[in-house]
């Protein structure tokens, strides 16, 4: 089944808009309109495997619709690049069960975005989970170290 394409996307924070809404709807056609129709799209949910290609991102989007709980993303320190025909979202996601009243999850993500004939889709989404520092720890302690990657 492949996305409708009728849905323009004028601009990338357009693009941005209508992912997040599709997100927190769990509307698969709609978060499938965001996406390029491409063998080369990627997608990185958060402690999830690279998903190579617009089935395979279909796919996982359609396993978090279906597992029910709908969740709330409210997108925070919003940093862009756009140039001519690529744009860079970096977000930090505050990700939450929709009625909880629990604090909400940081979640770090990228999107990208290119400009196609229609419009801007998204051809990137990689989210991780957030470190969230751990409150001070007493000074005659030696503090742990973080491993960090890269």
Same mark, same amino acid.
């Given at each position: 089944?492949?996305?409708?394409?009728?849905? /323009?996307?004028?601009?990338?924070?357009?693009?941005?808009?209508?992912?997040?809404?599709?997100?927190?709807?769990?509307?698969?056609?709609?978060?499938?309109?965001?996406?390029?129709?491409?063998?080369?799209?990627?997608?990185?949910? *958060?402690?999830?495997?690279? /998903?190579?290609?617009?089935?395979?991102?279909?796919?996982?989007?359609? $396993?978090?619709?279906?597992?029910?709980?709908?969740?709330?993303?409210?997108?925070?320190?919003?940093?862009?690049?756009?140039?001519?025909?690529?744009?860079? $979202?970096?977000?930090?996601?505050?990700?939450?069960? $929709?009625?909880?009243?629990?604090?909400?999850?940081?979640?770090?993500?990228?999107?990208?975005?290119?400009?196609?004939?229609?419009?801007?889709?998204?051809?990137?989404?990689?989210?991780?989970?957030?470190?969230?520092?751990?409150?001070?720890? *007493?000074?005659?302690?030696? *503090?742990?170290?973080?491993?960090? /990657?890269?």
């Amino acid at each position: 089944m492949k996305a409708k394409r009728a849905k /323009l996307f004028p601009t990338p924070d357009d693009a941005s808009t209508a992912f997040y809404d599709a997100f927190e709807s769990a509307d698969l056609p709609a978060m499938m309109a965001v996406w390029a129709e491409s063998d080369s799209v990627v997608c990185i949910h *958060p402690r999830g495997p690279r /998903l190579v290609g617009f089935d395979a991102v279909r796919d996982s989007w359609a $396993q978090i619709f279906a597992a029910g709980g709908r969740l709330r993303v409210a997108t925070t320190d919003v940093c862009t690049f756009e140039g001519p025909s690529i744009a860079v $979202q970096t977000v930090v996601e505050m990700v939450s069960a $929709q009625g909880s009243q629990e604090s909400p999850t940081p979640v770090c993500a990228t999107n990208v975005f290119e400009l196609t004939e229609g419009g801007w889709r998204l051809v990137i989404h990689h989210a991780s989970p957030m470190m969230v520092p751990e409150a001070a720890e *007493p000074e005659d302690e030696e *503090p742990a170290k973080a491993h960090v /990657l890269h």
